[in-house]
């Protein structure tokens, strides 16, 4: 799953809302285009209460990617100093965990 600024407008998978270019979508490489208002359907759920809402935690210098997830709300930047493994944060209950891929 990737979270993508849309190039052309497109049609959300599960709910059918209509999404503008240039907005932000998740993508799934069978094709899938999902609004970030939809659950992932393809998100493992929090370990601690379940929701799908996951947000990428990212450390080191970030690129021109990572600040635009951060500005939607899909990333929290740490910076250069690794003090735990976690890469994945629930937006519902602020729960940190590490996702082996």
């Avoid at 809302?17 to 208002?37: M, V």
């Avoid at 799908?52 to 990572?66: F, N, R």
Wanted: glycine letters at 10%; a negative charge; hydrophobic letters at 30%.
């Amino acid at each position: 799953m990737a979270i993508i600024p849309l190039k052309w407008g497109a049609t959300c998978g599960e709910c059918g809302k209509e999404l503008a270019a240039g907005s932000p979508a998740r993508y799934h490489g069978r094709g899938q285009i999902y609004c970030l208002d939809c659950p992932d359907p393809y998100a493992e759920p929090c370990p601690r209460c379940g929701s799908t809402a996951i947000m990428e935690v990212i450390y080191g210098l970030p690129g021109e990617k990572a600040m635009w997830l951060q500005s939607i709300g899909e990333a929290e930047l740490r910076g250069c100093i690794v003090d735990s493994p976690v890469n994945r944060k629930c937006k519902k209950c602020e729960h940190e965990w590490e996702e082996v891929d």
